[in-house]
């Protein structure tokens, strides 16, 4: 069965000659390097939970292409079923580990690819479908870890990617060969890329047609020659590498989803794995195929993640002894409302999802954005919350080293009791949890992932149909459908 368990999976990683900066220096692992094993350990459960009877429904699917019983994350979606069940697997993973689980940005990149190389072939008379569905089957066999790679660093915001002084600030072809092409560029904030096996590199905008360089859809190893990864900056990161300490928050599974720049400096890519090479016509439509499935998303991974954090925020009122007051209940229970708005509504654009050309499912376009939009302000409101009810001591709590102190700790601990029922270091660790998910990089992350807020207003825009809108309203208000007799209009008899 091709389901790689949590060991393969990191023992496969480990066979990776992949090339990593953290921290200003050449990693020779990044499996043994604590900025980024937290990452492979939220991954490793996607591969863990896969292997249990009781989520084998959510977790694994059957593969279109072969029969085989494949992890969802390498799964086409073939039904509004399908893509429902894609949000119930994020909450779960989310509930599991507390943070970013990373693979939905492969999955939704290999959707779109999926989808868009049948539609170029259909205009175009190329065979990139048939191509990307053989790369597939050996994902899908190998159960392996697909990063998309989507945001292009795109220089000078007002200038297109032809116009650009240095035209590396979008990833392009530099050199085209009878046997493949070479790329050069960087994808920015990109999630899960350096512990993954395979970057699927897709173009981050609509291109025109003086941009065919620039209309590069591709597959290459994350250990390829010219691939480079600089592990991004996260907030308080730095507690990660002092050693087995709960300062850091989710010292187990990490904060948001191990975000790197990639490099491509001048990376072969042969024809097989190609799987878009010039259309320009077809860019637009692949990003937006991308963005809407992962709009959608957030509301599920999003809404695993509040719950833990509700979590964290009720038992602190309750070390701290305010569980029972009726405010902070409510409060409690507003956490719960925003939470489930988000989750509902990616729920409501799955099961209203609808057959792509290539027979795959795409989530409801308007849900999805309205779902993404949500958590630009939910997860804000839902950390403010936390903020309210846990108090002023996640912003002032000492450290490990305090509390550990021979000589300070016994103060720390004891001006740090609130109900005795309850050891310190709970409420510490509690604290720790809420700081890091209610911190910078967690809120920048469900601001800006999948698209910034604006990017969602566009398409509910072009959705909303006001002028039909007001044709209904002119209708209701001025309509004479009434039914015959009844004494709707006109004096009362
Ligand atoms: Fe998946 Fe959510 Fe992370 Fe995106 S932000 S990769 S949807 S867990």
Redesign the pocket.
């Known amino acids: 069965m091709p389901l790689k368990t949590p060991q393969e999976y990191v023992d496969s990683l480990r066979a990776m000659k992949i090339r990593a900066y953290i921290g200003g220096e050449r990693v020779s692992s990044i499996v043994d390097h604590p900025g980024v094993a937290p990452h492979i350990n939220t991954v490793a459960k996607t591969y863990e939970l896969a292997h249990k009877p009781e989520y084998k429904a959510i977790m694994t699917a059957t593969s279109h292409l072969t029969g085989q019983t494949i992890h969802r994350y390498t799964h086409i979606f073939q039904s509004a079923d399908d893509l429902v069940k894609k949000i119930e697997m994020?909450r779960l993973?989310?509930q599991t580990t507390g943070?970013?689980?990373?693979?939905?940005?492969g999955?939704?990149a290999a959707n779109a690819t999926y989808a868009i190389s049948y539609e170029a072939d259909q205009k175009h008379g190329t065979d990139y479908h048939e191509r990307f569905k053989k790369y597939l089957i050996g994902i899908q066999n190998d159960d392996l870890m697909v990063a998309g790679a989507m945001t292009d660093p795109k220089g000078h915001r007002a200038k297109r990617p032809a116009e650009q002084d240095d035209p590396d600030q979008f990833v392009r072809v530099v050199e085209r060969r009878d046997d493949g092409v070479v790329i050069r560029g960087a994808k920015l904030h990109n999630?899960?890329g350096i512990n993954s096996h395979e970057i699927l590199v897709l173009p981050g905008t609509a291109m025109k047609d003086d941009e065919k360089d620039y209309a590069i859809a591709c597959a290459v190893p994350a250990d390829a020659e010219g691939v480079i990864f600089i592990f991004g900056r996260q907030s308080n990161d730095t507690r990660k590498f002092e050693g087995g300490c709960q300062d850091y928050g989710n010292s187990r599974f990490g904060v948001?989803?191990g975000e790197a720049m990639i490099v491509f400096e001048d990376v072969f890519v042969p024809n097989e794995r190609i799987f878009l090479n010039g259309e320009t016509d077809q860019c637009g439509k692949m990003v937006t195929y991308f963005a809407t499935w992962?709009r959608a998303?957030?509301g599920?991974?999003?809404a695993?993640?509040a719950d833990v954090l509700i979590g964290a925020t009720a038992k602190t009122t309750r070390i701290l002894g305010t569980e029972k007051n009726g405010i902070v209940r409510d409060k409690l229970i507003e956490m719960v409302h925003l939470t489930e708005t988000t989750y509902g509504t990616a729920v409501a654009a799955s099961f209203k999802g609808y057959p792509l050309p290539c027979g795959s499912f795409m989530v409801d376009p308007m849900l999805a954005n309205v779902t993404k939009q949500n958590i630009t302000r939910n997860v804000y409101d839902i950390g403010r919350l936390a903020h309210d009810l846990a108090g002023g001591f996640l912003a002032t709590m000492p450290g490990e080293d305090e509390f550990n102190h021979p000589e300070i700790g016994d103060y720390v601990k004891k001006y740090h009791v609130a109900n005795p029922q309850y050891d310190v270091m709970e409420r510490v660790k509690m604290g720790r949890y809420i700081e890091a998910m209610t911190s910078v990089t967690t809120l920048v992350?469900?601001m800006h992932?999948?698209g910034s807020p604006q990017a969602q207003r566009i398409v509910m825009g072009m959705g909303a149909d006001i002028d039909k809108k007001i044709a209904m309203a002119e209708k209701v208000i001025n309509g004479d459908d009434d039914v015959p007799g009844l004494p709707l209009r006109g004096k009362r008899t």
């Open positions: 994020l993973l989310g943070t970013c689980f990373q693979r939905c940005v999955l939704d999630t899960g948001v989803g992962h998303n957030y599920g991974c999003k695993g993640n992350e469900a992932g999948a």
